[in-house]
Nanobody
Framework: QVQVVESGGGSVQAGGSLRLSCTAS????????MGWFRRQAPGKEREGIS?????????YYADSVKGRFTVSRDNAKNTLYLQMNSLAPEDTAMYYC??????????????????WGQGTQVTVSS
């Protein structure tokens, strides 16, 4: 069965960095676009923050993270990464990884992502 597992969350001070990882199994990782999402508090709307396509690896970012976060993938390891720099308290959230249905990024609304991880918590203190 498909498993998507995030790791790398933790607590950091404002201005610091973290790198999140997401390992997917049970699917053809190399053929799927992959996305990162976050939810800043229970009940708040989920925010799509980044996507990387399969193949050539086109990258897309939400304005809220552009210039600070970098998405990458290692197809040999079935692993997706999110390097987060210049973290701010408003980046505090549960971060989720998701596999898209297709090889291209379908946007950042989340509706066309078929497999999701359980999330990893990131807390940024001021």
């Amino acid at each position: 069965q498909v498993q998507v597992v995030e790791s790398g969350g933790g607590s950091v001070q404002a201005g610091g960095s973290l790198r999140l990882s997401c390992t997917a199994s049970g699917l053809r990782f190399v053929n799927r676009a992959m996305g990162w999402f976050r939810r800043q508090a229970p009940g708040k709307e989920r925010e799509g923050i980044s996507c990387i396509s399969a193949g050539i690896g086109y990258r897309y970012y939400a304005d809220s993270v552009k210039g600070r976060f970098t998405v990458s993938r290692d197809n040999a390891k079935n692993t997706l990464y999110l390097q987060m720099n210049s973290l701010a308290p408003e980046d505090t959230a549960m971060y989720y990884c998701a596999a898209a249905r297709d090889s291209y990024c379908p946007g950042l609304t989340g509706s066309e992502y078929t497999y999701w991880g359980q999330g990893t918590q990131v807390t940024v203190s001021s």
